[in-house]
């Protein structure tokens, strides 16, 4: 619409909301009277919704602090407050998930397999169960992947390498998923997440042992 007055800006509303305030203040631009009438209704409203989110925020926030489940999975890398609360309001019981993989399958997160001429292949996230919750794990991914070469912590470190071997858009979807797994195992075994934690290796197999005696 301001374009339509000769008033063009960059299309973010950071931008818009840096010049808006002083584009309806400036009595020499092309806007007509109801225009800047219209504009300024709009530009009250804009910043009502700022501030009726931002205390949304703000008390997402003091839940995600105060619910013990929710700071732990608040703790994550990629899962922040909002992500936090509504995984545990929305989930529930984790346990009713047998294993990991079950809770990231459920959450669309485990990739689809096609299998021809007896080999198994891997394709793209099934994108079954929750569109909201699998967002919410993918948009904090994104996050922990852009700013993981400026931690120094373990997780960050293999995000930074998987990011080289297979791209961006790869390495935040296996953060998700990642991120999926790990949530499941802290708040079934109640645990805490530590980024630097190194899995067990399995026990190696000696077949010798196993040999009846002669």
Not at 47 to 57: E, S
Not at 111 to 117: E, I
Request: glycine share 8%.
């Amino acid at each position: 619409m301001l374009a339509e007055f000769a008033l063009v800006f960059p299309q973010s509303p950071e931008a818009l909301g840096r010049v808006l305030a002083e584009v309806l203040e400036d009595a020499s631009n092309e806007l007509t009277g109801i225009a800047r009438l219209m504009l300024q209704r709009a530009h009250l409203h804009w910043i009502d919704l700022d501030l009726q989110m931002k205390w949304c925020d703000e008390r997402i926030e003091v839940h995600a602090l105060s619910d013990e489940r929710a700071s732990k999975a608040a703790a994550l890398q990629g899962i922040g407050p909002i992500g936090a609360s509504a995984l545990v309001a929305s989930v529930g019981d984790f346990k009713q998930f047998d294993n990991a993989r079950q809770f990231g399958a459920w959450l669309g997160l485990v990739p689809s397999q096609n299998s021809t001429g007896g080999k198994a292949k891997l394709g793209r996230i099934t994108k079954r169960g929750d569109d909201y919750l699998r967002t919410l794990l993918i948009q904090g991914a994104k996050s922990a992947v852009m700013t993981a070469s400026k931690r120094s912590e373990r997780i960050s470190q293999w995000l930074v390498q998987l990011k080289e071997r297979v791209g961006w858009h790869k390495a935040v979807v296996a953060l998700a998923h990642k991120n999926a797994r790990i949530l499941w195992a802290v708040l079934t075994r109640d645990g805490r997440f530590d980024p630097n934690h190194v899995p067990e290796a399995p026990a190696p197999h000696c077949a010798l042992s196993q040999r009846p005696a002669l």
